[in-house]
């Protein structure tokens, strides 16, 4: 019965690589995002969307590309992998009509590329 | 200039000890404002949202100065189990269109 869910939770993959992490949210939020935390432990949005649509796209590379097949999930597909592409990314979901604004998050998938 | 800045402490303090953190935004846009916790290799979550009249959760205490663009967190009798790091967090523009994590401050509590 977990709220956010990804997978897989840790990846570990070569450069030059493609790979893709999911999400589902089982919360029936209508938001979800993906954001990345770096070594540093600096938390930044990557991409936001509103029923299935793309509201934020922080400047993200091209090689990042969101899939939001319905309301429920949101994949992230990463193309040429690169060594700064290490990272934990969050997923996370929220309901931007309730008027809180809260944000639940994924438990995070590691991502090391060697 | 950072959108959301804190100070990144450590901050260590003994058990029972009152902590407060402080927080300032730079957007003057900003709609709503929250801290979230973090525990060591896990994910952020929600501690409280912070209103303009100031509220209190048990131990925890929120406040916000839209006028300085100031938000503060107030801890009393620190735990051990408070130890984490604290995320102040801003949402800007309406419905949650864009939100800005601070760097988060460490807080160390010890017996």
């Known amino acids: 019965d977990t709220a956010v869910s990804q997978t897989p939770k840790y990846l570990v993959t070569q450069m030059g690589n493609d790979k893709s992490i999911k999400c589902e949210q089982n919360?029936?939020?209508?938001?979800m995002y993906w954001y990345k935390q770096d070594s540093k432990k600096f938390l930044k949005i990557m991409f936001s969307y509103n029923n299935k649509e793309l509201i934020i796209n922080e400047t993200v590379p091209n090689r990042f590309s969101p899939k939001s097949p319905d309301k429920a999930h949101l994949n992230l597909h990463i193309n040429s992998l690169e060594l700064g592409d290490s990272a934990v990314y969050f997923c996370?979901?929220?309901?931007?009509?309730?008027?809180?604004?809260?944000?639940?998050f994924g438990p995070g998938t590691r991502l090391t590329v060697l | 200039r950072k959108e959301v800045e804190q100070d990144p402490g450590p901050f260590n303090v003994p058990e029972g000890a009152t902590v407060a953190f402080n927080c300032t935004y730079s957007n003057s846009a900003s709609q709503s404002f929250f801290w979230y916790r973090q525990d060591c290799r896990k994910e952020p979550k929600l501690l409280m949202s912070?209103?303009?009249s100031g509220n209190e959760d048990g131990r925890f205490t929120a406040q916000l100065n839209r006028a300085s663009q100031y938000i503060s967190l107030l801890i009393r009798d620190s735990k051990l189990s408070d130890s984490a790091t604290y995320l102040c967090v801003v949402n800007i523009g309406t419905g949650g269109f864009k939100t800005i994590f601070g760097a988060g401050t460490r807080l160390f509590v010890k017996a």
């Open positions: 919360l029936g939020h209508d938001t």
């Open positions: 996370a979901s929220g309901s931007r009509g309730s008027g809180t604004d809260t944000q639940y």
């Open positions: 912070v209103y303009s």
